[in-house]
């Protein structure tokens, strides 16, 4: 990811964070926690321990490297399984964030979270940053016809997609109604309406 675009995300993960923390406090029952994972040239845990939102502070990210997405995919997959997963829990949350196409084994990546029970019944978001990323793996990640990825063409977009990520899926995520039991069908979260992009701003990624 270029350097601007680098920026733009650390600072719509640091404006989402008081919301998102604001979020996991209307609903005290549900311990929200919080990893982060890069994928430039390999895969490695950004936040490596699962640590409360009300606790997270973030560390920015710095450009440059491949785009080893499916690295990072079976990274995560190592995290979904049971255990240190337990078999019932809220469904995790994992939001994708990209501007180009993975430059490694998307599938074999992708093909190890959904062989998890936890991977397969998380709630997956895709946000496409700029207009180079690519929408088919960012897609395929997604999974379901029901939801498309998110674009982000400029800074404003990305800190609004970022916080509807964080906020409103969080909340829906949390609530009692969606702790799905693992022998259940498809995820029973209610996904909340999607933002629009702001088509006023001139800067263009």
Known sequence: MAGDKIQSLNFAVREALPAMQDTASENPNAQVLVRAVTFSSGARWHVSTPTSVADFKWTDVTPGGVTDMGTALALVAEQLKIPPMTDRALPPV??????????????????????????????????????????DVLTRFIGTGELKPLQANNAPDLVKQIRWASTAVLKAASSPASTPAMDAGASNVPIPAVPQGDSTVTDVW
């Open 94 to 135: 994992l939001v994708l964030i990209s501007d180009g196409g993975a430059t490694d084994d998307f599938g074999s990546g992708l093909k190890a979270l959904m062989a998890e029970p936890w991977g397969k019944r998380a709630v997956r978001i895709a946000i496409a940053v700029g207009r180079d990323a690519d929408h």
